[in-house]
């Protein structure tokens, strides 16, 4: 090259090409804290929860009544409760199942007006089998809620939250079982049983509407086919599972001594 010949200029750098996606947060797909829907969700199921448990425990404070009433023993006039509580942990092993099947919001909405509306029918019962009956069913239906609640959390709120979301449910539960017996030993003093059961159903149906209302459809949920065969190979695979195993020993235990102890 001649060097009187001119310098060439320098080509001008690669220009970055011009940005299209502005900056900025990245919406979840799930339902995340402060958003109107997780208000919703939140009030939802901590009013489910709750009904949930005043239901179950509400014969408690009125066991004296109960077997006064009925000419029963005390003990006799405990099995309202236990009845109850029996057909809850026989009916958590399918209401899952189906609402793997059918969605999680059906199963929970029907399962807890059918309970409500079984302890007002309750209030009505004239015979101690009947009341006994009525007591057995409301534990089987009150299972759909307590059994499809978790699923749903898990499926619908952002992974973020999900034990904020759980914690006020839990919360829910507990407050449930507190009022449900405290509401229904004050009612008790100024009217009959059968005024505090159908109190509490009645209440109870309120908070199962309100709850059918704001609640949420899914919008993550998969359904699957219901199978017997596929339901006794879960169970199977479950209780083989020594760490499971563990964990529901460590519930029957606590909750055993915790309910012996109220």
């Known amino acids: 090259m001649n060097s009187s010949d001119p310098i060439p200029p320098e080509a001008d750098p ?23 829907e997780f208000t919703r969700v939140t009030l939802a199921l901590f009013s489910a929860g709750l009904a949930t448990f005043a239901l179950l425990y509400c014969v408690q ?16 006039s405990s099995l309202s409760l236990s009845v109850a509580t029996a057909m809850l942990a026989v009916g958590l092993l ?11 919001k059906p199963v929970m909405v029907i399962a807890l007006i059918l309970a ?36 749903y959390l898990s499926e619908e709120i952002d992974p973020m939250y999900v034990a904020f ?3 006020l449910y839990i919360s829910g539960n507990s ?33 199962a509407i309100i709850f059918w209302r704001i609640l949420p459809d899914s919008n993550h949920f998969r359904p ?3 199978r017997p065969r596929t339901l006794l190979i879960n169970f199977h695979l479950h209780w083989h599972d020594r760490g499971f195993t563990a964990i529901v020993c460590h519930g029957l235990f606590t909750d055993g001594k915790f309910c012996n102890l109220i």
């Not at 404070?61 to 006799?76: G, H, K, R």
């Not at 009612?187 to 005024?195: A, E, H, K, M």
């Open 14 to 36: 690669i220009s970055d090409p011009p940005q299209t996606v502005k900056p900025g947060k990245v919406r979840s797909p799930f339902i995340v804290r402060g958003t109107a």
């Open 61 to 76: 404070p009125i066991l004296p009544v109960l077997s006064q009433d009925f000419n029963i023993s005390p003990a006799s």
């Open 94 to 104: 399918f209401t899952g199942p189906i609402s793997d099947a059918v969605g999680r």
């Open 116 to 151: 409500a509306t079984l302890t007002i029918a309750s209030s009505l019962t004239t015979s101690w089998q009947g009341i006994l009956i009525m007591r057995a069913l409301v534990g089987l239906a009150l299972s759909g809620v307590a059994a499809v609640a978790m699923t």
């Open 165 to 167: 979301a759980m914690g």
């Open 175 to 207: 407050i449930g079982g507190m009022s449900g017996r405290l509401l229904s030993g004050v009612i008790t003093d100024f009217f009959s049983w059968r005024v505090t059961l159908g109190g509490i159903g009645v209440i109870s149906l309120i908070a």
């Open 224 to 226: 699957s086919s219901l």
